[in-house]
């Protein structure tokens, strides 16, 4: 098991920002890459950024990639995802997920996943 939990989430107007956390604990989080996924009701999980183990490569989805920002703090153990311009269409559960190493943008590469936090974006 590798214990992810994200917070961060919440209830915001359209045009305002967001940063989601995800903190991990008991496990070697420098050795893990790390993305942020979002699914809304209805709708297959989404790619939105990925960051690998030591922040030397990230990757983000073209629908995002202008208004969000993945970062990492190995110190803290923790990955960010700020997001800043959000719209309705941003609301969905936002999951963070853990991979040895790398910064995949496929879901099915990642081993293990948080919760996921709400976002709600209202016009």
């Known amino acids: 098991q590798v214990p992810l939990v994200e917070s961060g989430g919440g209830l915001v107007q359209a045009g305002e920002s967001l940063r989601l956390a995800c903190a991990a604990s008991?496990?070697?989080?420098?050795?893990?890459?790390m993305g942020w996924f979002r699914q809304a009701p209805g709708k297959e999980r989404q790619f939105l950024a990925s960051?690998?183990?030591?922040?030397?490569?990230?990757n983000y989805a073209d629908v995002v990639k202008d208004r969000f920002t993945i970062s990492r703090d190995n110190a803290q153990n923790t990955v960010y995802l700020q997001m800043n311009s959000l719209k309705p269409e941003d609301t969905a559960v936002y999951s963070c997920?853990?991979?040895?190493?790398?910064?995949?943008?496929?879901?099915?590469?990642?081993?293990?996943w948080g919760q996921g936090t709400q976002v709600t974006v209202s016009s």
């Open positions: 960051i690998s183990a030591r922040s030397s490569n990230k």
């Open positions: 997920a853990a991979t040895a190493w790398r910064a995949p943008t496929s879901p099915d590469e990642y081993e293990y």
């Open positions: 008991g496990w070697r989080f420098d050795l893990f890459g």
